[in-house]
């Protein structure tokens, strides 16, 4: 605050300084803890630009190559940090490249504040160069959103958009600055938000329906836990670790609540969903009591809700009432932060350890095993397959390494094979399923958490989509490593195409560039791997770097994913093969 010493006037309550909207900006940022942002410059936002390179001391900004790209990295610090990601772009076509990343934040309640410039007020709805609607054209894809055209609303509502992005289930903000309130001179002053009118974002626990919900895991012969990222976000890893060693109770996850218990955990019985695992997908419609944990009940995970766990009651652990009921009804809703309320019915619960029913599970894990796993991960085939890529990974970080996935098989390969042993560990697009997450998702993540090793594994449609934030990289030397499993097709709509349209395979051939000479371009070491015998020593060196490194590995350009459920069927339905 040395910059503005002498414009400090004091008043009864608090200091306030006499400072123009766009160091408003600035000073509200570092005022929320912040320390690092991605954006890309503009005119509408070039303000604001101006006082950053004041703060670079303070402040540091990564400039993205797209502002998509912005949001992405954004989204990663969050998700490995736990703080708010930021991100900041200029009006128009800026703003607007900043709607997927707000779109995949939404539904994947990562808590992110985006804030964009705009013309002058005085030209709002003129069409005046680079203007668009962003508050009308973010409305669906944000928790909040506010455009301020003075440079007096500037503390209030960037307070604001802080308290709603973190609080509760977390969520995107957007904030659109006029430029006159970038320029405009207030006096200011600055309160962190603690609360906002009609807003009520932990709601209080009902100790009857926690007491409901325990007398119903008491009595229950088959009780199944899937939990979601809402135990992630909550701080509740611990608390649910508790619950189900008390309990006794087989527990899966979402690919979104992946990490919050070690994989190696004798009651962790692996995933739920589209290509979950064999033995949770059939035997959630044989448990007698369903147990949702921070998780919505996504058609991911149910497949057809006509079949979905009818023969079970449902306890759901959540912290949004509008998820209540609204894919799956609950005979008891347990509403709160997950934390609080696990910790809240563990003394409730009684010392089990339901072993006939988690030995179901562990006859069905083994035939997932003979059919599909083992041929994933120690194949006997020539070519190279996604599963024993993500094992030699696995082996080579002592299965600590950050995964950050894009969307595609590898995603499904990465989440059924990657091991964890520690939360905020595995960073994927789960809800929106965007192309061209990773790259961008990974430097956030790995900016997020230096100390932890960062490996993204993409496809190849996928890395083309945001392939320029390799630039970010290299200008920076994010010492993130960088994995292309490159099959030459769009391999997810691939087998789709084999599976379900008679093998007419529509626009999904890939005629890539050479990509290790465009990560060579980039000065990243790099290296392509088409053979076994040289996987297993390349993706070691890749791990022992302390430098960024490209790995492309071909694999077989026909191989697919399973388990699966085909869309619509019932997760009773799942293909081994």
């Known amino acids: 605050m040395d910059t503005v010493k002498d414009k400090r006037k004091s008043t009864k309550s608090e200091t306030t300084i006499k400072i123009s909207g766009a160091e408003a900006i600035i000073h509200c940022l570092l005022a929320e803890g912040v320390d690092l942002l991605y954006g890309y410059p503009g005119g509408a936002i070039m303000p604001v630009y101006d ?29 490995v940090s736990g703080r708010v990601g930021v991100a900041m772009a200029t009006s128009g076509p800026g703003a607007t490249n900043l709607v997927t990343g707000l779109a995949d934040a939404q539904i994947d309640s990562t808590p992110m504040v985006c804030i964009t410039g705009q013309v002058p007020r005085h030209l709002l709805g003129s069409d005046a160069f680079q203007e668009t609607d962003i508050i009308g054209i973010s409305t669906p894809v944000t928790k909040w959103n ?15 958009a802080f308290y709603i992005a973190k609080s509760g ?13 970038q320029f405009e ?37 088959k009780p199944f836990i899937v939990w979601g990222q809402g135990v992630i976000l909550g701080r509740a890893e611990e608390a ?14 979402t690919i979104m609540g992946e990490s919050a218990i070690p994989t190696s955990h004798p009651l962790n019985v692996g995933m739920v969903g589209m290509h979950g695992n064999y033995g949770p997908n059939v035997l959630t419609n044989e448990c007698d009591l369903l147990i949702a944990i921070g998780m919505r009940f996504d058609d991911r995970v149910t497949g057809s809700l006509d079949t979905y766990a009818k023969q079970a009651k449902v306890i759901h652990f959540e912290i949004d009432p509008a998820e209540i009921n609204k894919n799956v009804n609950a005979d008891v809703a347990v509403l709160g932060n997950s934390k609080k309320t696990l910790e809240l019915i563990l003394p409730l ?19 997932e095993f003979d059919t599909v796993i083992k041929n994933d991960i120690h194949p006997t085939k020539e070519g190279l397959t996604m599963g024993e890529v993500i094992e030699e990974i696995n082996i080579a970080s002592g299965n600590k390494a950050v995964i950050v996935t894009d969307v595609g098989q590898h995603q499904m390969i990465a989440c059924r094979y990657a091991k964890f042993e520690q939360s905020k560990s595995n960073i994927t697009s789960g809800g929106l399923g965007t192309m061209g997450f990773a790259l961008p998702a990974a430097i956030g993540a790995k900016q997020g958490a230096m100390d932890r090793e960062v490996v993204a594994i993409i496809g190849d449609g996928g890395f083309q989509m945001t392939i320029q934030e390799l630039g970010v990289i290299f200008q920076h030397q994010i010492p993130v490593k960088i994995v292309v499993l490159n099959n ?20 999904t051939v890939m005629v890539n560039p050479d990509f290790v000479k465009i990560a060579e371009g980039y000065h990243i070491e790099s290296k392509r791997v088409s053979k076994r015998e040289d996987l297993k020593s390349t993706i070691q060196k890749m791990i022992a770097s302390d430098k960024p490194y490209f790995l492309e590995v071909k694999v077989e350009k026909e191989g697919n994913v399973f388990p699966m459920i085909p869309s619509g069927a019932s997760v ?6």
């Not at 670079?56 to 989204?75: F, N, P, S, V, W």
């Not at 906002?196 to 012969?221: C, D, F, H, Q």
């Open 146 to 160: 506010y455009q301020i055209t003075r440079a007096s609303e500037i503390p209030e509502i960037m307070a604001k």
């Open 488 to 507: 030459d097709h769009l391999g997810m709509v691939r087998q789709w195409q084999e599976l379900f349209f008679e093998k007419r395979y529509a626009s």
């Open 185 to 221: 001179e207030f006096d200011f002053s600055y309160k962190k938000c603690k609360g906002v009118r009609s807003y009520n974002p932990t709601p209080k626990p009902n100790m009857g329906s926690i007491e409901a919900a325990a007398e119903l895991i008491n009595t229950a012969k």
């Open 572 to 577: 009773s339905d799942v293909r081994l093969k």
């Open 349 to 367: 619960l009684n010392e089990n350890k339901h072993e006939d029913w988690h030995n179901e599970f562990k006859k069905r894990h083994q035939i």
């Open 51 to 79: 006082e950053l390179y004041k703060f670079q001391d303070k402040l540091t900004h990564i400039l993205t190559r797209h502002e998509q790209g912005a949001t992405h990295a954004a989204q990663g610090y969050a998700r």
């Open 240 to 253: 649910l670790k508790a619950v189900i060693e008390k309990a006794g109770i087989p527990a899966a996850w």
């Open 169 to 181: 289930r977390p969520g995107p903000v957007l904030v659109d600055i006029t430029k006159n309130a």
